[in-house]
């Protein structure tokens, strides 16, 4: 698809920021993508890219997806009121999904941005791309209090199994309380990791983390084709009891399938970056995503029925060897996974801080260190505290699945609008008003999950 040049708000320094301040700050880039600096790809030229086979991308974007997310959607299901409600809303959804991963990578060859962010700055403008940046930030910082709280799930049904108390008597020992172990394997390993300015060596734990995905899928679905005697499946409905009973269930999809933040380095760091290919890859990584949450989602929900866990591991018996092996997966990746999440936020807030002093990275050299480790230490505190004292992860789930709602829908249909709006006099009209018509669909759709989860969660407060 030819390049298009892109006027509108293209340039940082319209708005009278500095144009280089915080760069690699900026620079929010999936650790396991290896592409070419902005600058070399330039002098290389529109027709060239990174070192990324078409295979390999689609492994990337689906390594992006898939995550400790899956371990929500069995609930889900159960939220959305049965398998077929809770299918059909999955695949309805993904038709959007993927369309957004689309529209993110025209923006950003149209605009030569190669970031998330950096996408939304050139093509929606200043404002538009601090909000982005600060919902990135938010989002980052609540996944990070999930991971967490993950975390003390499954820590509390392993200790369990050797301390050998009942699961509903609790633990007397202090040392296998779950705000101890939290705490403690959180000072212990994530802390460590967290600290570094660069994150590279994570890449070498996306492997073991996507065998852990695919593990625990694997465990659910044989458990449901072979159950345990002792596990006895509730209700099972075959239809939403209301419309905004499926609607309810839409967070914990969009949380699950949102990639879209770290798809636009991995379509930059492609062989061949065109729009084209990069619709097949998405497709691609998106249908195996979608089997393995529906998998999951299915089996899960009709394994427990409404009586299943928002973490549906937890629903599962403690001494059960197999699930007791996917927890030890689900902890692995999730200590691999937060610093990975809590650089993204670093990164933006980085940014942010830098442009607003109006300085660049080398005139900042001697702060960074000092700045980057009290960042560090008051985000990794702060998340702790917040974990330990909200148990329930679908509470955390809910709201952040609203801010990927933004990040599927609201600001690549900004991008759409804004594209299109700068291209009116070089297309079809009937062309033209059809994409700006469908960037609207997906803002307003966007903005209907965002708002009724923020909805949701002020009442569940006010009710709490």
């Known amino acids: 698809m030819a390049q298009t040049s892109m006027?509108?708000?293209?340039?940082?320094?319209?708005w009278g920021w500095s144009s280089d301040a915080g760069e690699r700050a900026r620079l929010l880039q999936s650790p396991i993508v290896d592409g070419a600096p902005k600058g070399e790809e330039e002098?290389?030229?529109?027709?060239?890219?990174?070192?990324?086979?078409?295979?390999?991308?689609?492994?990337?974007?689906v390594n992006a997806?898939?995550?400790?997310?899956?371990?929500?959607?069995?609930?889900?299901?159960?939220?959305?009121?049965?398998?077929?409600a809770g299918v059909a809303l999955q695949i309805g959804m993904l038709v959007f999904i993927i369309s957004g991963l689309v529209i993110l990578a025209y923006c950003s060859q149209a605009s030569n941005e190669r970031t998330y962010q950096e996408v939304v700055w050139a093509v929606c403008g200043k404002l538009t791309g601090v909000l982005c940046e600060v919902a990135i930030a938010v989002y980052t910082f609540g996944t990070c209090i999930a991971f967490l709280i993950i975390i003390g799930d499954q820590q509390d049904k392993i200790i369990?199994?050797?301390?050998?108390?009942?699961?509903?008597?609790?633990?007397?020992?202090?040392?296998?309380?779950?705000?101890f172990t939290i705490s403690l394997t959180a000072f212990l390993f994530i802390l460590p990791l967290s600290i570094p300015r660069e994150i590279g060596f994570q890449k070498y734990a996306s492997s073991l983390s996507v065998l852990g995905t695919w593990y625990v899928t694997a465990i659910i679905v044989i458990k449901y084709i072979w159950p345990d005697k002792e596990m006895f499946p509730g209700d099972i409905p075959t239809r939403p009891?209301?419309?905004m009973a499926v609607?309810?269930?839409?967070?914990?999809i969009c949380f699950g399938f949102q990639c879209h933040v770290s798809s636009v380095p991995v379509f930059n760091s492609m062989q061949r970056p065109k729009v084209q290919t990069w619709g097949g890859v998405v497709t691609?990584?998106?249908?195996i995503a979608l089997c393995v949450y529906m998998g999951t989602g299915i089996c899960g929900f009709l394994t427990f029925g409404v009586s299943v866990n928002p973490d549906v591991l937890l629903s599962y018996p403690s001494n059960d060897i197999p699930v007791a092996i996917a927890r030890v997966f689900i902890i692995i990746s999730v200590l691999t996974s937060y610093p990975i999440l809590h650089f993204c936020g670093r990164a933006v807030l980085e940014g942010l801080w830098l442009r607003y002093k109006g300085e660049t990275v080398e005139e900042d050299v001697a702060r960074e260190r000092r700045r980057r480790v009290l960042q560090t230490v008051t985000w990794f505190l702060l998340t702790l505290l917040l974990a330990l004292f909200i148990p329930d992860i679908g509470k955390v789930i809910s709201i952040i699945g609203g801010l990927a709602a933004c990040f599927i829908f609201v600001f690549p249909g900004l991008c759409l609008i804004q594209a299109k709006?700068?291209?009116?006099?070089?297309?079809?009209?009937?062309s033209w008003w059809a994409l700006v018509s469908y960037g609207v669909l997906l803002v307003t759709l966007g903005a209907f999950i965002f708002g009724q989860t923020t909805t949701n969660a002020i009442f569940m407060n006010l009710a709490a």
Not at 7 to 14: C, E, K, L, R
Not at 76 to 83: E, P, R, Y
Not at 421 to 430: A, G, R
Request: proline content about 3%.
């Open 43 to 61: 002098e290389r030229g529109a027709t060239n890219g990174g070192t990324t086979s078409t295979l390999g991308a689609v492994f990337i974007v």
């Open 284 to 287: 691609a990584a998106m249908v």
């Open 421 to 430: 709006l700068s291209e009116i006099e070089e297309v079809k009209p009937s």
């Open 65 to 84: 997806c898939l995550g400790a997310g899956l371990l929500n959607f069995p609930a889900a299901f159960s939220t959305a009121g049965g398998v077929a």
């Open 7 to 14: 006027v509108i708000n293209s340039d940082y320094g319209d």
């Open 241 to 243: 009891t209301s419309w």
């Open 160 to 179: 369990a199994v050797f301390v050998k108390e009942s699961e509903e008597a609790g633990s007397s020992h202090w040392y296998t309380d779950r705000k």
């Open 247 to 252: 609607f309810n269930a839409m967070p914990t």
